[in-house]
């Protein structure tokens, strides 16, 4: 299971890398989206989708993977992350994580104004 766990955290530290370049990545647009196929070799493991919204300076960003890989065991990392932000200031942050069909993290922080 060591093997499981050091590839989650892998792909888990990639993931959280491409969101982070999403987000500051910016455009004027109203809605934008990336799709990304994650690959093994040759082999499609699984897929990344992120999205951002902005209306009335209020700016969502919405990241959701799935990636299914075969080891030993079969090891199956869901993750879903939403963020909220009013201009510079994040209001409220959602991540949701699953190992193999297991809550691994099911997390909010909202910004209660003060810290």
């Known amino acids: 299971m060591r093997i499981a766990q050091k590839l989650r955290q ?3 530290c990639k993931v959280c890398i491409l969101g982070l370049l999403f987000m500051l990545y910016h455009h004027a647009g109203q809605c934008e989206s990336l799709s ?3 690959l093994k070799g040759n082999d499609k ?3 990344i989708n992120i999205s951002r919204t902005t209306k009335n300076n209020i700016t969502e960003y919405f990241f959701e993977s799935n990636v299914k890989l075969w080891f030993i065991v079969s ?3 869901y ?3 939403k963020v909220t932000f009013q201009g510079n200031q994040m209001l409220q942050s959602h991540l949701y994580r699953t190992l193999n069909g297991k809550v691994k993290v099911n997390n909010v922080a909202t910004w209660n104004g003060s810290h």
């Open 79 to 81: 993750d879903r992350m």
């Open 75 to 77: 090891v199956e990392v």
């Open 10 to 12: 892998h792909l888990l």
């Open 45 to 47: 493991i699984g897929k």
């Open 36 to 38: 990304y196929t994650v």
